[in-house]
């Protein structure tokens, strides 16, 4: 009885962990370039159960039984989302794979390089390409300036202000995509395990992609986990309300 207490109580933890994943796609549903996260639970090292007080060996097993599952692991998925139209000169999307290369600045200054899908780009005062929150994007000579001007943004990043070349966007891929890690206002960053591969992909000007969440899966996989944790909880009280009467009944003999 206390094992199946132990076993129900960490299901309600994993849908608990599952909610909080399901729970934040739909909150970056319309978050440009959101990639959206699945957890992946794996189950306790089995354990073989013997019948007590059995004079057969071989008839004393029972079974194998595990105590219950876990959140092993945050799967990402990086399927591309939809293009959509915007017709804004600095709005940029990815199509196939690859990165824009961002340089965030924490608040003691320090600077590290984060890559994003997200292309909602806009300009600083002095003309700075940046990120809408304020993340400085990367050219293959550094810094992007632009004057005032037309802006035209070739399918390979080439960055172009009234025809006269100014900068080419640092656009990188990777082997596996699976040795990043997802960090706060929709950026990755990499691992000892990352590998930089050629960007393939080409950018289209005016264009930014959408999130690959899609609503009507993510509300049927909260009812299905809400369903879950209420078995588990209602397995709880079963188990605690069979644990308090074998309680009763030993003390009244």
Known sequence: MIR?????ALGMITEMSRMDAIS???ANVNTTGYKRDMPI????????????HDEQPLSRQVGGVTLGVFVDDIYTDFTNGALHQTLGNLDLALSGGGFFSVTVVDAEGNETTMYTRDGTFTLSQDGTLITKDGGVVQGTGGVITLP???????EQGQVYVNNEYVDTLLLVDFED????????????????QSTETVFLGTVQQGYIESSNVNAVTEM????TVNR???INQRMITIHDTTLGRAVTDIARK
């Open 4 to 8: 199946g207490l132990y076993t129900s």
């Open 24 to 26: 934040n796609n739909i």
């Open 41 to 52: 639970a794996r189950a306790f090292s089995e354990e073989l159960m013997i019948r007590l």
């Open 148 to 154: 005032a001007g037309e802006i035209n943004i070739q």
């Open 177 to 192: 995509y699976h040795t990043l890690r997802k960090t706060k206002d929709n950026y990755f960053y990499t691992t000892d």
């Open 220 to 223: 049927v996989a909260m009812i």
């Open 228 to 230: 879950a944790y209420e």
